[in-house]
């Protein structure tokens, strides 16, 4: 089992910034890609960014490139997702994930809500 706990959501301004956190913990997490997807009412949750632990085979969806970055920690056990130039479709739950398949993850986290408005 692996266990994810995101943290660092909130209520910013178009074109802010904000870095969610997602801490993570159980056996042989190191083997696995460690990824960001986000969900919006009504819509189906979509990937966002990924990274193998070892720090390689780094992705993002297209909307976020140039804007977000992944990134980890491997002392604190930790995943960023650093957001930059936020716009208003970007609000969504952000759910950490970790799994072999970037795309469908076998574990999530809890979430944590980014809402970008004026």
């Known amino acids: 089992q692996v266990q994810l706990v995101e943290s660092g959501g909130g209520l910013v301004q178009p074109g802010d910034s904000l870095t969610l956190s997602c801490v993570v913990s159980?056996?042989?997490?190191?083997?696995?890609?460690m990824g960001w997807s986000r969900q919006t009412p009504g819509k189906e949750r979509e990937f966002v960014a990924a990274?193998?632990?070892?720090?390689?085979?780094?992705f993002y969806r297209e909307s976020v490139k140039g804007r977000f970055t992944i990134s980890r920690d491997n002392a604190k056990n930790t995943v960023y997702l650093q957001m930059t130039s936020l716009k208003p479709e970007d609000t969504a739950v952000y759910y950490c994930t970790a799994g072999f398949d970037r795309f469908k993850p076998d574990y999530w986290g809890q979430g944590t809500q980014v809402t970008v408005s004026s």
């Open positions: 990274m193998h632990w070892s720090g390689g085979n780094i």
């Open positions: 159980g056996r042989t997490f190191t083997y696995y890609t």
